[in-house]
């Protein structure tokens, strides 16, 4: 078989391989879609830092970012929160005042409203924390596809796993769900390009 004839074959398997595989690959493209646009949150009145009361009203301005953590998270919830922190100071005066950022406690029997202050404090830029009733808080993040879990070392004490992607919003609505692995000039680009 010369050279001219095994390049046929292998463009035409190829071909083949690309023919049988789009549609499935669009099919998949597709259901994630369909499942994402399944997250349209849930009403909900919980607690902000100020002990004031906030609802899914809150989420409705031109662009929201919400993220679910717990304060005495180890790495990923500091992590993710100095991320959108160094964006929010690379954002012009104008996309600041149209971008919010929601700090939602899934374990808001040790996070109170004191404690959630005290947390973001530690952060230069404003971001809203939110706490309230256990039940809520997890009826809340389930209607976001939030997933959590709670890991009890031998101490008695606890570590929460949980999904912890930032989930971007735009009037209410959900727009795009940023992964915690992403870098911040990612973060900046996904956030950015909805301002």
């Not at 690959?25 to 994630?32: D, N, R, T, V």
């Not at 100095?82 to 929601?102: C, G, P, T, Y």
Request: proline share 4%.
């Amino acid at each position: 078989m010369n050279l001219k004839t095994s390049i046929t074959i292998i463009t035409g398997c190829l071909v083949i391989f690309l023919f049988i595989m789009l549609p499935i690959f669009l099919s998949i493209e597709k259901k994630q879609d369909e499942f994402e646009a399944n997250f349209q949150g849930s009403e909900f009145s919980l607690q902000d830092v100020n002990d004031e009361v906030i609802t899914q009203t809150s989420f409705e301005g031109p662009l929201t970012a919400i993220f679910f953590g717990f304060t005495n998270c180890p790495d990923i919830c500091p992590m993710t929160l100095n991320n959108l922190d160094l964006v929010i100071n690379k954002l012009s005066e104008k996309q600041k005042a149209k971008f919010k950022v929601f700090f939602v406690s899934i374990d808001p029997e040790r996070d109170s409203p004191e404690i959630i202050k005290e947390y973001l404090n530690s952060f230069e830029n404003k971001m809203f924390g939110i706490t309230g009733d256990p039940k809520k808080i997890f009826l809340m993040s389930q209607s976001w596809g939030v997933l959590s879990e709670k890991i009890f070392t031998g101490d008695g004490e606890y570590l929460i796993n949980h999904s912890s992607s930032i989930i971007l919003l735009k009037n209410g609505k959900f727009v795009s769900r940023i992964s915690h692995h992403a870098a911040y000039e990612d973060i900046y680009k996904n956030i950015n390009k909805y301002l």
